[in-house]
Nanobody, 114 residues
Framework: QVQLVESGGGLVQPGGSLRLSCVASGFTFGNFGMNWVRQAPGKGVEWVSFISSTGRTTSYANSVKGRFTVSRDNAKNTLYLQMNSLKPEDTAVYYC???????RGQGTQVTVSS
């Protein structure tokens, strides 16, 4: 079965950086596009970024464009999200998702606060 394990979250000051990771198993990772989504307290799920199966195509929500970078290592079945210039409004639980699938892992908490 599909399993996604996110990590790398934490508490960071505004302007800081974090790198999230998502290790995938239970499917052929290199055959699927992947998404990062997030959910802030009391809010719905927000799409953050997409990366194609090969990594050649990426896209970002306007709210993170220019600050976040998605990447993947298909040999390691791992998805990444480099987050720079973090803002308090980036505070949320971050999840990775297989494209076209609603399943999410446990997520990783990102808190941006001084």
């Amino acid at each position: 079965q599909v399993q996604l394990v996110e990590s790398g979250g934490g508490l960071v000051q505004p302007g800081g950086s974090l790198r999230l990771s998502c290790v995938a198993s239970g499917f052929t990772f290199g055959n699927f596009g992947m998404n990062w989504v997030r959910q802030a307290p009391g809010k719905g799920v927000e799409w953050v970024s997409f990366i194609s199966s090969t990594g050649r195509t990426t896209s970002y929500a306007n709210s993170v464009k220019g600050r976040f970078t998605v990447s993947r290592d298909n040999a390691k079945n791992t998805l990444y999200l480099q987050m720079n210039s973090l803002k308090p409004e980036d505070t949320a639980v971050y999840y990775c998702q297989k494209n076209g699938d609603d399943y999410r892992g446990q997520g990783t908490q990102v808190t941006v606060s001084s």
